[in-house]
Structure formats: structure tokens, C-alpha cells
């Protein structure tokens, strides 16, 4: 019983995201096709050793346009993550907003 409840408290706290999406005007469906992108970009991130998938922001907007922020180590940091976001299944472009030095 204990188990059943923790399961309805994690389901109910994962959904709140997804209702206030749908509150904003794009349908569910895209904004978690939207929210699928990103976590693809982010976890390709995280397995490129170069790539830095804590200091670089990704965003998706319902077009599949995957726009990049935060800060890069270096210009080679940068340009392997518009590399890698270019590279992932539902990304239709990169809009490179990284500062790199």
C-alpha cells in the first residue's frame, strides 16, 4: 500500500510540469516532443568528454530549434556542442548563444 501511494506521489509530481505547459498554450504533445529534444541534447552532453553539460543551457521550442547558452571553457567547447545538438534525432537547427573566451 505504502508502495502504491509513493508510486502516485512520484507520477502526480512528475505530470505538475506537464499541466502547466499545457496551460501556456502549445498542446502536451509538443512541449513534451519539445522536452524530449532537450533531454536527448543535454544527455549527448554529459557523454562527450569535451562537453561541459552542466555549464551549457539547452532549450527546445516547438519547432525542434535548439537554442545553446551559458558559458563554454573554450571556443572548441562550444563549437563541439552546436556539433553534438546538430547531430540528435528532432533537433531542426542550433542558435548559438554560448560565450566562450
Do not use: C, H, Y
Not at 522536452?35 to 543551457?57: N, P
Amino acid at each position: 500500500m505504502k508502495a502504491n501511494f509513493k508510486s502516485l506521489v512520484l507520477i502526480g509530481a512528475l505530470m505538475m510540469p506537464v499541466a502547466s505547459f499545457a496551460a501556456e498554450g502549445d498542446s502536451i504533445e509538443t512541449k513534451l516532443s519539445d522536452s524530449v529534444v532537450t533531454t536527448k541534447v543535454k544527455a549527448a552532453f554529459a557523454k562527450d568528454k569535451l562537453v561541459s553539460a552542466t555549464d551549457i543551457k539547452v532549450e527546445t521550442d516547438s519547432d525542434g530549434l535548439v537554442q545553446l547558452s551559458g558559458t563554454a571553457k573554450s571556443k572548441a567547447e562550444a563549437e563541439r556542442a552546436v556539433k553534438i545538438a546538430k547531430s540528435v534525432k528532432g533537433v531542426t537547427g542550433v542558435k548559438n548563444d554560448i560565450i566562450a573566451p
